[in-house]
């Protein structure tokens, strides 16, 4: 029996179906290995896409970041939150992409430009390059953070006033009387505040 013709694959569909790897069981599912074996093809093959674990992860942390550096606005601070909205949003579109952004270094291309996109909107600000990648790194690590909180809230949707205490005879006012802001519940508006706050930091010093 004549042997069917060898399946053609692309980096990007390798990427793909290690997504839904990400999607179905978690980070620490993906692998080498494991992408081989829902692509049909064999380790062997695969390892001439990536050399690595760590490979295919960067691999797909620079697809989860396309197009994030290239959100626009018509003045420097529109900028920053635009950026900093495009990446949050990109961290929600996948379960397990706040693992994913924190399991190796972000040194990318698509990584790169967005530092590189929050520089330049803070140089332009008056900040010298310095203050401006201080501002860059503070910003990305403000959506980082938040993201995580907000998935951890999507993961276990329990309401506070359903959850069991952990603490008896004990009054929380100032959290109490916040609550309403909704920090975790993935709204824009009140994220842009956050960050405005952030950004006033750096800027109206």
Known sequence: MKPGPRRSVSQSDIVDAAFEILEEK??????????????????????????????????MVEQ?????????????RARVVAVALAL????????????????GPLDGPNALSLAERLIESFVE?????????RAGHAVRAVVVGQSALEAARRTAPVAVSEAQPLWSDSRHPLVEE????????????EFATMLGRVIDGFVER
Do not use: C
Not at 40 to 54: D, I
Not at 64 to 76: F, H, I, Q, Y
Not at 125 to 133: E, N, T
């Open 125 to 133: 600000a008056g900040l010298s390059v310095d203050d401006a990648a």
């Open 64 to 76: 989860l970041l396309t197009g994030v550096a290239d959100a626009s606005a018509p003045d420097w």
């Open 26 to 59: 978690g980070v620490a599912a993906v692998s080498v290995r494991g992408v081989a074996g829902a692509l049909g093809l064999t380790p062997t093959a695969m390892y001439t896409y990536f050399a690595s674990k760590n490979a295919l992860l960067q691999a």
């Open 178 to 189: 916040t609550a309403g802001l909704g920090f975790d519940d993935g709204g824009d508006a």
């Open 88 to 103: 949050r949003a990109k961290l929600a579109e996948h379960s397990g992409s706040i693992v994913l952004v924190t399991s």
